[in-house]
Nanobody
C-alpha cells in the first residue's frame, strides 16, 4: 500500500514557474513507477509526465515537453514536477500516481495509487 500527498500547487503567472511535490509513504516506494496527471474542469484526466524506478527514464506529454521536468528522490520517498514557462492551459488539478510496475506508463488505468490532487491555476 502506498499513500501519496501532493503539495506546492497554487497560483502562477503565464511564463512563470511552480514546483509540485509528492510525498509517498511505504518502504517499497523505490520499486514503483511514478507519474503526474492533471484534470481540468469538464475534461478527462490526462497524462503529464512519468518516471521509472531508476529515474533514468522519463516521458512527457507533448503539451509539456521542454517546460516540465519530473524527478524523484528514492531516499526521501519524493517525486517532484518542476513546471516552467507556465501557460493558462496548464490550469488543472494535478495528481501524483504510483504503479507497482517500475516502468513508465502513460495511461490512467496503469496506476494503482493516487494522491488527492493539488490545484494549479495560471493567470494570463
Amino acid at each position: 500500500q502506498v499513500q501519496l500527498v501532493e503539495s506546492g500547487g497554487g497560483l502562477g503567472q503565464t511564463g512563470g514557474s511552480l514546483r509540485l511535490s509528492c510525498a509517498a509513504s511505504g518502504r517499497t516506494f523505490r520499486y514503483y513507477g511514478m507519474g503526474w496527471f492533471r484534470q481540468a474542469p469538464g475534461k478527462d484526466r490526462e497524462f503529464v509526465a512519468a518516471i521509472s524506478r531508476y529515474s533514468g527514464d522519463t516521458y512527457y506529454a507533448d503539451s509539456v515537453k521542454g517546460r516540465f521536468t519530473i524527478s524523484r528522490d528514492n531516499a526521501k520517498n519524493m517525486v517532484a514536477l518542476q513546471m516552467n514557462k507556465l501557460k493558462p492551459e496548464d490550469t488543472a488539478v494535478y495528481y501524483c500516481a504510483a504503479r507497482g510496475d517500475p516502468r513508465i506508463a502513460t495511461g490512467v488505468i496503469w496506476y494503482d495509487y493516487w494522491g488527492q490532487g493539488t490545484q494549479v491555476t495560471v493567470s494570463s
